[in-house]
């Protein structure tokens, strides 16, 4: 086995090596006949996991253009192959007689629950405790944040989640319904969050998703809608990227989030993948 340090060295990938890296996964990605689970391709995303949650410098905003092409185009692939795998599972979850007890069958569980921790904790160190109402935007066929949130986190609150898919949300329903408390806290609403108005005031936190919003427009659409709508001394959190995990989701920075006071970022360096932006709607 090797000794600490000899693991931190070999750990570490050189920009060029590492670019090269995941662009060969890409190319081997792109020539995948379908993006559902199967042994090649979740060979392949987890290679790329793996490969992007390395320690590395690379800035992936400063990359030439035809390496952009190549990061937007991979993470259009990563969000694709992430929501065909929530929907195997989460059918599969459906079908059985307690599902809520099998969520640990979900390849990235850990990953949830160590985010779910991260997020409250910096929820509750800025005074975000235990709110009456939550918006999440984008929860998919596998609400595994709220439903974390809501069973371990924020025993009271009232969690609405929000996504474009109505497949989705009717197994999300159906997985949360075998819990009598987490069916009364929960609703599932199939609509674009940019078609919501008046409804985004009733919320003391927003969630974002990180793949709401899949290029720099639409994410900036995005925040300043719920903005403009969201109540005086809201809280948004949003999930970005930092670094090589950059290939796998939209980044967020600063200075896309004007108009907002920004309470905390934090970027991991161990196995959770999301940045966590979060930021208030000023009161005046």
Request: charged share 25%; net charge negative.
């Given at each position: 086995?090797?000794?600490?340090?000899?693991?931190?060295?070999?750990?570490?990938?050189?920009?060029?090596?590492?670019?090269?890296?995941?662009?060969?996964?890409?190319?081997?990605?792109?020539?995948?006949?379908?993006?559902?689970?199967?042994?090649?391709?979740?060979?392949?995303?987890?290679?790329?996991?793996?490969?992007?949650?390395?320690?590395?410098?690379?800035?992936?905003?400063?990359?030439?253009?035809?390496?952009?092409?190549?990061?937007?185009?991979?993470?259009?692939?990563?969000?694709?192959?992430?929501?065909?795998?929530?929907?195997?599972?989460?059918?599969?979850?459906?079908?059985?007689?307690?599902?809520?007890?099998?969520?640990?069958?979900?390849?990235?569980?850990?990953?949830?629950?160590?985010?779910?921790?991260?997020?409250?904790?910096?929820?509750?160190?800025?005074?975000?405790?235990?709110?009456?109402?939550?918006?999440?935007?984008?929860?998919?066929?596998?609400?595994?944040?709220?439903?974390?949130?809501?069973?371990?986190?924020?025993?009271?609150?009232?969690?609405?989640?929000?996504?474009?898919?109505?497949?989705?949300?009717?197994?999300?329903?159906?997985?949360?319904?075998?819990?009598?408390?987490?069916?009364?806290?929960?609703?599932?609403?199939t609509c674009d969050i940019v078609e919501v108005r008046d409804k985004l005031e009733e919320y003391d936190c927003v969630f974002l998703a990180a793949l709401v919003g899949?290029?720099?427009?639409?994410?900036?659409?995005?925040?300043?809608?719920?903005?403009?709508?969201?109540?005086?001394?809201?809280?948004?959190?949003?999930?970005?990227?930092?670094?090589?995990?950059?290939?796998?989701?939209?980044?967020?920075?600063?200075?896309?989030?004007?108009?907002?006071?920004?309470?905390?970022?934090?970027?991991?360096?161990?196995?959770?993948?999301?940045?966590?932006?979060?930021?208030?709607?000023?009161?005046?």
């Amino acid at each position: 086995m090797a000794s600490p340090q000899q693991q931190h060295f070999e750990s570490y990938v050189p920009t060029e090596l590492l670019i090269d890296r995941i662009s060969r996964i890409h190319a081997s990605i792109c020539k995948l006949e379908t993006l559902r689970p199967s042994k090649q391709v979740n060979s392949l995303f987890t290679q790329l996991v793996k490969l992007c949650t390395l320690p590395s410098s690379v800035d992936v905003l400063t990359l030439p253009q035809e390496e952009q092409n190549m990061r937007s185009s991979l993470i259009t692939l990563c969000g694709r192959a992430e929501g065909l795998l929530e929907l195997e599972f989460s059918t599969f979850l459906s079908q059985i007689p307690q599902p809520l007890e099998n969520l640990n069958l979900f390849p990235y569980y850990e990953n949830y629950v160590e985010l779910a921790k991260l997020e409250y904790r910096i929820l509750y160190e800025n005074g975000v405790v235990m709110p009456q109402k939550v918006a999440f935007v984008g929860s998919g066929p596998m609400p595994l944040t709220s439903i974390m949130m809501a069973k371990h986190h924020m025993k009271f609150t009232h969690f609405d989640n929000f996504d474009l898919d109505a497949t989705a949300n009717n197994l999300a329903r159906q997985i949360v319904a075998t819990d009598v408390d987490l069916e009364k806290r929960m609703k599932f609403l199939t609509c674009d969050i940019v078609e919501v108005r008046d409804k985004l005031e009733e919320y003391d936190c927003v969630f974002l998703a990180a793949l709401v919003g899949m290029n720099k427009e639409e994410k900036l659409k995005i925040v300043a809608h719920v903005r403009k709508y969201m109540k005086k001394g809201g809280i948004l959190l949003v999930r970005s990227a930092k670094g090589a995990r950059g290939f796998l989701y939209p980044v967020v920075e600063h200075d896309d989030l004007m108009g907002f006071e920004v309470l905390s970022i934090y970027h991991p360096t161990n196995e959770v993948i999301n940045s966590v932006i979060l930021v208030r709607k000023p009161f005046l």
